[in-house]
């Protein structure tokens, strides 16, 4: 099972937008389920959930995990294929200024990096550097920013290339929120 699974298209996004999808893919614990355990546990008739678990398998949502024979019948079970789901922001259209779409280019950019990288298993404990919730003037934010960026070039003026080291994309986000936070 994959992390992380990003609705990239349409009818992906139209295949999880319903409520008893939704329910579907809740229910599921630790182990697969077929139509019929999900049928009574959300106490709905057999037809109706078979039809949704198609829907979410046919985009890729539910991985049929086994098949066994039970009186001659062939009873399917399915499992999510990633722990969580979410939706990619290119898919989405703004209304928005040049610089507004920019900064969420930015953003969306940063944010399929970050969703391949989950996707594919790659993200550490140590791939997320330092996360704070602070209060900052403007003009204590812009200072982080220059230090930030002089120090990450002092980094690079002064290193010798080695076979070993990887490539990261390296991001400083500072997010306006509604409240002061005090640390």
Do not use: W
Not at 33 to 39: T, V
Not at 106 to 123: H, I, P, R, V
Not at 138 to 161: F, G, M, W, Y
């Amino acid at each position: 099972m994959k992390e992380v699974l990003v609705l990239r298209d349409l009818e992906c996004i139209k295949a999880i937008a319903h409520p008893r999808r939704i329910d579907i893919l809740k229910t599921f614990d630790k182990l697969p389920l077929s139509a019929k355990q999900l049928s009574q546990l959300l106490d709905e008739p057999h037809a109706k959930i078979n039809y949704h678990i198609k829907t979410l398998y046919k985009v890729g949502i539910l991985e049929l995990v086994e098949e066994k024979i039970k009186s001659g019948i062939v009873e399917k079970y399915y499992y999510p294929s990633a722990k969580n789901i979410v939706i990619g922001q290119k898919i989405l259209n703004f209304s928005l200024t040049d610089e507004e779409q920019l900064s969420i280019s930015k953003f969306e950019n940063m944010s399929e990096l970050f969703y391949s990288a989950a996707e594919g298993n790659k993200l550490l404990d140590e791939s997320i550097v330092e996360y704070q919730n602070i209060s900052l003037t403007e003009s204590e934010l812009i200072e982080l920013n220059n230090a930030i960026k002089i120090k990450i070039q002092e980094i690079v003026d002064s290193r010798n290339t080695d076979e070993s080291e990887i490539g990261y994309n390296i991001s400083v986000l500072a997010i306006p929120v509604e409240e002061a936070i005090s640390i």
